[in-house]
């Protein structure tokens, strides 16, 4: 819906609550005219359901209200002594509308100073619960969001298993675009797999469907800052059209704030010309210098004659390589033992087979528990994702040879890079130089550039795009220049060859990001495993995530707080006694 779509709305909404609540106005001691006026009315009803006027501002914001909406009609049919629980179901299921019914058709009377206490244990529990969603939701949606590192694209500075608290207020909080869905879930209702929200998402007709009218514009609360380069932040995935992930199915189109979160190091800002050099990244022509607490990795070859041990890179830390075990002869239980950790199957020397594992391996336990004869080779050479720090401590064993970066050639094209286009022969370790656009701010149009701007113009800005003979035409109109509607940035993993970012999808619009995560309240080693694999990694609980310097947990800090506020409860209850 655009503006005036949502002033029209917001009127029929008003004209039905008036029809079907006058009288009860009435007989409140209220005049009539009074459940009319817009927000006028909501305060008046307030102090009929004998609720505070603060809650009007609930009412008015999106996702809230709908759990608001319920409540409000509960509360003005009990001020009518209307109690029972089939009339509150009755309420609940036509949306309102029995309240037409009492105002009309039964002669209720207006209970004053009626008890707002819930009559029963069960309606105690039913209350306390609707209003722990509603602030629940309210900081969810506005302020602050839990969000879990699922992959390794900024290892080894945010860590798989990293659970984060999301600031969305530092930017400036979205107002949700799907009015209607289900609070405190993303695009996808647990357990059952069915989207949360309401909305057509065929492409086709997302634009015309009578289901997307009741979504919003995109709006943004003011924040207290702005992007800054190298900021990790978290963002909508521009490029999502998947339902649901590893799952082949038809492509779908989400609204804005129901696309899969993603959070990356914004390395570009608008306005910044970005190239990529041997994975590294230049602004404006000069090197780009992350913060002391990042902590690049890139893919390295590492050789050595007697082979590269699994057991050092483990000690190092290396945790992204690959396993190779030779095996003989296995029975059928053996051979499903192993099927829970081998990723990889090849036919070996003398009848053997090479098994390929994580990193993880196959358990010492598992092995002698069902008497497999089994030995793990280590390879001469092997590929892993280091650090500088990894890589020093592999530089000073002996056992060594050489290790070398695996960088990818210029003018070699990469697969699924950006722009997609066979002009560009650019891959993950050398791209550009491109401007990031910049709100306000004009770029000539031409064939050749046209890849570069193509999904911004026509997916982001929602104009057609075409092209006539040799030149450019938006909107059926040729164009030799585009000035761009929003500000749009640049988003990299540091896990540089480790990382799909915006070098495989191009830019990140404004509108799409959610907010900057600020702390790391648990996590987990062997997250990706079963939950009894979990193990806490302590040092990075209660830590934060920007700042400078080693991060310090202040789990203790936390327990300490804790435990003094137990014993002070306990000898405040205890001397009140």
Not at 252 to 280: H, M, Q, T, W
Not at 419 to 429: A, E, H, L, R
Request: net charge positive; aromatic share 14%; hydrophobic share 40%.
């Amino acid at each position: 819906m655009n503006g005036t779509q949502w002033i029209i709305f917001i009127l029929i909404v008003q004209v039905i609550h008036f029809l079907g609540t006058w009288k009860l106005y009435v007989k409140a001691g209220r005049k009539a005219w009074e459940a009319a006026i817009p927000v006028y009315n909501a305060i008046v009803l307030m102090k009929i359901i004998n609720r505070p006027k603060w809650w009007v501002i609930l009412l008015f914001i999106p996702i809230i209200n709908l759990l608001m909406f319920p409540v409000i009609w509960v509360e003005t049919i009990r001020s009518f002594g209307r109690n029972s629980l089939w009339e509150t179901w009755a309420v609940i299921l036509t949306l309102g509308f029995y309240i037409y019914y009492v105002n009309y058709v039964l002669d209720v009377k207006y209970v004053e100073n009626r008890d707002l206490h819930p009559k029963t244990a069960m309606g105690e529990w039913v209350s306390s619960i609707v209003f722990a969603i509603v602030a629940a939701t309210l900081v969810h949606t506005y302020f602050i969001q839990p969000y879990v590192i699922p992959t390794g694209s900024l290892e080894r500075t945010l860590r798989i298993g990293d659970l984060l608290f999301v600031s969305k207020f530092h930017y400036g909080a979205r107002i949700p675009i799907t009015t209607i869905g289900a609070p405190m879930v993303h695009d996808t209702l647990p357990f059952v797999g069915v989207k949360s929200y309401v909305a057509d998402d065929d492409p086709a007709t997302y634009k015309t469907s009578l289901l997307n009218k009741t979504h919003l514009p995109y709006m943004r609360l003011p924040g207290f800052k702005k992007i800054k380069r190298n900021e990790i932040v978290v963002f909508s995935w521009p490029a999502d059209t998947v339902r649901r992930f590893h799952k082949s199915e038809k492509g779908i189109r989400k609204p804005i704030d129901k696309k899969s979160n993603y959070v990356k190091r914004c390395v570009g800002l608008p306005g910044d010309s970005l190239e990529v050099r041997d994975g590294y990244v230049f602004i404006n022509g000069k090197q780009n210098t992350l913060p002391d607490r990042a902590r690049p990795m890139f893919e390295y070859m590492i050789y050595a004659k007697k082979g590269v041990s699994s057991r050092f890179l483990e000690e190092i830390g290396v945790s992204d390589f690959r396993r190779k075990y030779i095996v003989g002869s296995l029975t059928s239980q053996q051979a499903d033992v192993l099927n829970n950790y081998i990723i990889g199957v090849k036919p070996g020397k003398n009848g053997k087979q090479e098994l390929y594992t994580k990193e993880s391996g196959i358990p010492v336990e598992v092995i002698r528990k069902y008497g497999i004869s089994i030995t793990e080779e280590s390879s001469l050479s092997r590929q892993a994702k280091l650090t500088d720090e990894m890589l020093g401590k592999l530089k000073a064993n002996a056992q060594i040879d050489s290790i070398v970066r695996v960088i990818l050639p210029k003018n070699q094209s990469g697969y699924n890079v950006f722009p997609q286009s066979p002009d560009y022969k650019w891959n993950t370790s050398q791209l550009g130089a491109i401007y990031i656009p910049e709100k306000g701010k004009t770029v000539p149009l031409n064939l050749k550039v046209l890849p570069l701007y193509k999904k911004i113009i026509r997916d982001y800005e929602g104009n057609t795009v075409g092209v006539k003979g040799n030149q450019v035409t938006i909107n059926g109109e040729v164009a030799e220049n585009y000035t761009f509607k929003q500000d749009y940035y640049w988003m990299m993993g540091d896990n540089r060859d480790g990382s799909e970012d915006s070098r495989a999808w191009g830019y990140v619009p404004e509108n799409h990001i959610v907010g900057t995560p600020i702390f790391i309240w648990m996590s987990f080693d062997n997250f990706n495993e079963k939950i009894w694999k979990w193990r806490p990694r302590w040092d990075r609980i209660f830590t934060t995530v920007h700042g400078s310097g080693e991060p310090v947990s202040y789990f203790k800090y936390f327990l300490i707080a804790l435990a003094l506020y137990f014993v002070g409860d306990y000898f405040w209850k205890k001397k009140k006694s």
